[in-house]
């Protein structure tokens, strides 16, 4: 079945400090506290339906954690920060109270890497069992993943672990495989250097041309569905730092009216921690991006969808011409 308009999937890796393990230093997370409910107000105002791709701790108390997972040992790298940026159920609660409806999908239960070849397939499938048994005491059962790290592994594990669907890998070129070995060469030589420069010469380039994003196709898998991504959001850091906020809400409008044009979603992905340096001008960009996909939506031109969301109207033959 054909659809008459295209959708916007919107998503967010949700996964405070345990995403910062593999560094010796994260940012001072607790401005997240302030900033997640910004973000939601703006989903309420402009009725949009997100996908919030949560690491199971995140779901649990501190105590609960403890008493439950005693052998997962947290504070892997050392922040100044207490248990509340690796334990957040008041910022879960805030989500699922959310007057719009907000999906909460799972990002792993400590955000090991269960897509890469690097992680023992049993530690992954424990990953994604102890993430759908965190969301179920919150009442959620959970069908979308987002990989960590974005690598896409071990597709057979999500449907035995009662998941549906999942997110593709990021489609901007600098994340290509052979762009990353292109740029991993030794650190610090001359090879690295040139790299480097290259790609975030190049990157600077295609953020401020503001170019269409890509609009992949969605596939299936056996009974589970890859949900596309077009566009990440990035926050103020690296070569995006020289990019005014303003810039990321237009190239999303580009891919929206796209979207809407050819009847395919447009997957945008981003973190909450993204907004931490350069908050208000970011949140601008981002509610002018909700404003923009809600004007195409009251104009019947697009659907806002969770991933859980897409993956039914795909089920339907929506959006795969
Ligand atoms: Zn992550």
């Keep these: 079945m054909s659809t008459p308009c295209g959708a916007f999937v919107f998503s967010l890796d949700f996964e405070l400090a345990w995403g910062y ?9 607790r401005p997240l506290y302030r900033i997640v409910p910004q973000i ?3 989903f309420k105002t402009y009725d949009v339906s997100a996908t919030w791709a949560a690491v199971g701790h ?54 090991a890497p269960i897509g890469s070849s690097r992680c023992p397939a049993d530690v992954a499938r424990q990953e994604l069992q102890r993430c759908q048994v965190a969301g179920e005491k919150w009442g959620r059962r959970m069908e979308s993943v987002v990989f960590p790290w ?24 600098y994340w290509f495989r052979q762009v990353r070995r292109f740029a991993s060469c030794a650190p610090r030589t001359l090879p690295w250097r040139v790299a480097q420069y290259a790609i975030r010469s190049l990157r600077l380039i295609d953020e401020l041309a503001c170019l269409a994003p890509p609009l992949p196709r969605p ?5 589970v569905w890859e949900i596309p991504h077009s566009m990440f959001f990035p926050g103020f850091s690296g070569v995006s730092s020289l990019v005014p906020a303003d810039w990321r809400r237009r190239r999303a ?20 921690h993204n907004l931490l340096s350069g908050t208000e001008p970011l949140l601008r960009a981002l ?13 019947g031109r697009l659907k806002i969808l969770t991933m859980a969301q897409a993956r039914e109207a795909l089920e339907r033959g929506e959006f795969i011409e």
């Design 58 to 111: 995140l779901m649990l108390s501190h105590e609960q954690a403890q008493s439950e997972y005693p052998r997962i040992d947290g504070v892997p790298y050392h922040g100044e920060e207490g248990t509340e940026v690796f334990y957040a159920p008041a910022l879960v609660q805030s989500i699922l109270d959310c007057p719009t409806h907000q999906e909460l999908a799972c990002h792993s239960f400590t955000h």
């Design 253 to 272: 409008v580009v891919g929206l009216r796209r979207a809407a044009a050819r009847k395919r979603i447009f997957g945008m992905f981003t973190h909450p």
């Design 150 to 173: 974005n690598v896409v592994g071990r597709v057979d594990l999500l449907e035995e672990c009662g998941y549906k669907c999942y997110r593709a890998e990021n489609s901007e070129w």
């Design 40 to 42: 939601l107000d703006i």
């Design 219 to 223: 596939r299936r898998l056996g009974d």
């Design 287 to 299: 509610e002018g991006i909700c404003r923009q996909a809600a004007a195409l939506r009251d104009a």
């Design 21 to 29: 393990q593999h560094l010796p230093h994260a940012p001072d997370l």
